[in-house]
């Protein structure tokens, strides 16, 4: 028996970016491109869609001209790990949703501000697609 490790099995991790969260299929990019809400937060642009799913899921999109491969490593890192504490507080009331976040140039941040970012971006398109829905009924 190793003395420094646990003699139980830990709860697993909640806050986790699994390949169910992720987007990678170009046909939900499209999709969520062409019927999803737009919001620019800054240095991104959010593209939402409801997904149907209990869950949301992410797609990235990080051209050559955020910088090199490095600079758009740790960008794309640092936005995963926003969006793994994003979902694990996910509401279960809340439906899911397909999420591509189009970087554009900028300094690289922390993933902190990151979620600080997303949250105030979606929670507008979540009052904006529920002031359509009431609008629609």
């Given amino acids: 028996m190793n003395p ?48 149907g799913l209990p ?27 926003a969006f793994r504490f994003l979902a694990a507080s996910w509401p279960d009331e809340q439906p899911g949703m397909d999420i591509v976040l189009v970087v554009r140039p900028h300094d690289v941040r922390t993933p902190a501000a990151y979620q600080s970012l997303l949250e105030g971006t979606l929670a507008r398109i979540s009052r904006h697609a529920k002031k359509s829905q009431d609008d629609s009924s």
Avoid at 58 to 70: E, K, P, W, Y
């Fill in 55 to 81: 869950h949301p899921r992410l797609g990235l999109s990080v051209g050559r001209r955020v910088g090199n491969a490095v600079k758009r490593n740790a960008v794309k890192r640092r936005l995963r790990d």
């Fill in 4 to 51: 420094g490790l646990p003699t139980e099995n830990p709860e697993p991790r909640k806050a986790v970016y699994r390949a169910r969260h992720r987007l990678i299929h170009r046909e939900q990019f499209s999709l969520v491109y062409d019927k999803g809400l737009k919001k620019p937060a800054g240095p991104i642009v959010v593209f939402a869609l409801e997904n």
